[in-house]
């Protein structure tokens, strides 16, 4: 049987404490110097791949330490910071981004933990995830607190040089602390928001919860301003419901270490198969997980993939 979205022990989506909404324009921190231009990474054919990395538990790094044994490619292509959160301030009675310990971490440290990355040429992207508070993407009272929530988004991207935002509408538990239950609007107004803030960055979508199915409003459809959208159920198949390119899709998603290396080989098969441009997988550790790798990257790219400690 699948593993039903993530197998989740983190207290990424269960800290509560240390509630400070995020302060910009603060004094630069070593995660806020400027990215340097990625060296050009080897080319390689074949579907995007991609890397949620819990950081309560792993590194960021280890995404760049697999290469493919032919041309030397990166053989994951954009990594997932997992996860930062959606806070709800009581007080003010509004969302705000929270982030914990480890993924304050990660941002601070963004000259090990991010950059080595991106100078491989991989993109580097935050997961922003429900929080238990009453706060979520489908649930903002107004146009006016959804862009104030982008503006969040958006200032963190800059801040600390990433490469985009990955939604994922779960854990929110809507009605919490006195929040409004999902509308019509609220997923819509955040994500024009986010792209009129972010032309040129990822966003991306983990196809699930109540946001996933509220893509249109008011005669505007915001699925074309994403840039990928994946399945959000580990060892199934499952094309992603929301009108984009197959090249934009991951209809596959496999969890490193726990889907079988002949489900993820197969999945990979039927990506290329089918046409289809992503491949999603979860929960990248600090151990080799070459075999794990080889048994897509084989498929996708025709060749073993190689780690380097």
């Known amino acids: ?75 994951f292509d954009v990594a997932v910071i997992f996860a930062a959160n959606i806070n709800y301030d ?72 990433l490469d985009g935002i990955d939604f994922d509408d779960e854990y929110a538990e809507y009605g919490n602390n006195g929040t409004g239950q999902p509308n019509a609007g609220s997923f819509v107004n955040l994500v024009t928001a986010l792209r009129t803030n972010m032309p040129n960055k990822i966003i991306s979508l983990y196809n699930i919860g109540p946001a996933a199915s509220r893509l249109s409003y008011g005669g505007v459809d915001v699925s074309s301003k994403f840039d990928y959208a994946w399945n959000p159920y580990y060892g199934s198949w499952q094309v992603p419901g929301i009108a984009l390119p197959k090249s934009k899709l991951s209809p596959a998603a496999v969890e490193i270490g726990r889907t079988s290396q002949s489900t993820v080989a197969s999945f990979a098969r039927r990506t290329v198969s089918e046409g289809y441009g992503v491949y999603l997988t979860y929960n990248l550790d600090g151990t080799d997980r070459s075999a794990d790798v080889s048994a897509f990257t084989r498929e996708l790219y025709g060749s073993d993939a190689v780690y380097t400690p």
């Open 90 to 161: 009581t007080g003010k009675k509004a969302a705000y981004l929270h982030f914990n310990e480890n993924v304050q971490r990660v941002l601070d440290n963004a000259a090990t933990e991010i950059r080595p990355l991106q100078q491989k040429g991989i993109k580097v992207v935050l997961s922003v995830l429900g929080n238990h508070q009453g706060a979520g993407f489908a649930n903002f009272p107004s146009k006016q607190a959804a862009s104030a929530f982008a503006k969040q988004m958006s200032d963190t991207v800059s801040k600390y040089n």
């Open 1 to 75: 049987m699948f593993t039903l979205v993530r197998s989740r022990t983190r207290t990424a989506a269960l800290a509560l404490s240390a509630v400070a909404a995020l302060a910009f324009g603060t004094t630069a921190t070593t995660g806020a110097a400027a990215a340097p231009a990625p060296a050009p990474a080897p080319k390689k054919q074949g579907p995007t791949s991609v890397a949620y990395v819990e950081v309560n538990n792993n590194s960021m790094r280890n995404v760049g330490k697999y290469t493919l044994a032919n041309g030397g490619g990166n053989a």
